[in-house]
């Protein structure tokens, strides 16, 4: 399935996508974890990917949190959680704490970006009862053999570079790249490039297919048209997952949620009102 939009790039659509949203209204929630929503309306999880925090799912938690009870939480080495050592299972159970603490019954779909897709397979092969559904986006390549290559190169990079001047060039990418709406927040958050460094090495050598496959409940896979690497890798994901199902979102990179914040909001609305309240995975 592809969500197509207008033309313009990546930055183009985010603007026209971001004035859609609506305001977020958020009540009181420990440091690291931003709730917005009814309390007892679907729970949707939103798990942001590295060197960045919950602040990337602003356009998302605004879209959504009319009829779901939205959470978008920090990690650990990053955010409010800074001080945390980063390790998979550690950032497995920040998650699941945050669906115990936070989510409507304590089940909710859990929606990961990036590093965030990888920490939520690793809890739904461990904990498939609390998850409602999977949303990975960003998330569908083994860091293993060659490719992990790629995962220790940026992780190097952001090892090298003086944070301060990481931070500078960040700021100023995300502004020129997206609307106020979406870029502030991000900015605010900060950039947390070691914490970053040291949650790619984490990943590098472990695999996350036969993660995904112990996991018996829907999953929507949910990438960008231009996010080549993690798209082309793909279909191994879908055909180990239970219940896949495929979104490809038009023009968008990497960053999808960012890139086409309407469309990926929508995507997972409707992936989240597919799901029967009443059936928990085991």
């Known amino acids: 399935m592809t969500a197509r939009g207008g033309s313009g790039g990546p930055g183009a659509s985010a603007g026209r996508e971001a004035g859609a949203a609506t305001r977020i209204t958020t009540g009181?929630?420990?440091?690291?974890?931003?709730?917005a929503g009814?309390?007892?309306?679907?729970?949707?999880?939103?798990?942001?990917?590295?060197?960045?925090t919950g602040t990337i799912w602003a356009?998302?938690?605004?879209?959504?949190?009319?009829?779901?009870?939205?959470?978008?939480?920090?990690?650990?080495?990053h955010g409010a959680r800074a001080e945390e050592p980063f390790t998979l299972e550690g950032a497995a159970d920040v998650v699941g704490a945050a669906i115990r603490d936070h989510a409507t019954?304590?089940?909710?779909?859990?929606?990961?970006?990036?590093?965030?897709?990888?920490?939520?397979?690793?809890?739904?092969?461990?904990?498939?009862?609390?998850?409602?559904?999977?949303?990975?986006?960003?998330a569908t390549a083994e860091p293993v053999g060659p490719r992990s290559l790629l995962f220790l190169a940026l992780a190097?990079?952001?090892?090298?570079?003086?944070?301060?001047?990481?931070?500078?060039?960040?700021?100023?990418?995300?502004?020129?790249?997206?609307?106020?709406?979406i870029a502030e927040p991000i900015i605010a958050g900060g950039f947390w490039s070691k914490g970053g460094a040291r949650a790619l090495r984490a990943l590098v050598g472990e695999r996350f297919i036969p993660r995904l496959a112990a996991?018996?409940?829907?999953?929507?896979?949910?990438?960008?048209e231009l996010d080549v690497i993690?798209?082309?890798?793909?279909?191994?994901?879908?055909?180990?997952?239970?219940d896949a199902r495929r979104v490809?979102?038009?023009?968008?990179?990497?960053?999808a949620n960012l890139d086409r914040p309407f469309a990926f909001s929508e995507a997972v609305r409707r992936f989240a009102r597919s799901l029967p309240a009443d059936v928990t995975p085991r």
């Open 28 to 35: 009181p929630a420990p440091a690291g974890v931003i709730v």
């Open 38 to 52: 009814p309390a007892g309306a679907p729970a949707i999880i939103f798990v942001h990917g590295t060197r960045l």
């Open 59 to 77: 356009a998302q938690q605004a879209a959504l949190s009319g009829e779901f009870r939205t959470i978008a939480i920090d990690l650990p080495a």
């Open 105 to 138: 019954g304590g089940r909710a779909v859990v929606v990961g970006l990036s590093l965030g897709g990888y920490v939520a397979m690793a809890l739904a092969a461990r904990e498939p009862a609390p998850i409602r559904g999977l949303v990975l986006s960003g």
């Open 156 to 181: 190097g990079v952001m090892d090298r570079v003086q944070d301060e001047r990481l931070d500078r060039v960040n700021a100023l990418l995300f502004r020129a790249w997206y609307p106020p709406e």
């Open 215 to 224: 996991y018996p409940g829907p999953t929507l896979i949910l990438n960008g």
């Open 230 to 242: 993690f798209r082309l890798s793909a279909p191994a994901f879908a055909a180990a997952a239970v």
């Open 248 to 255: 490809r979102l038009t023009g968008a990179m990497h960053l």
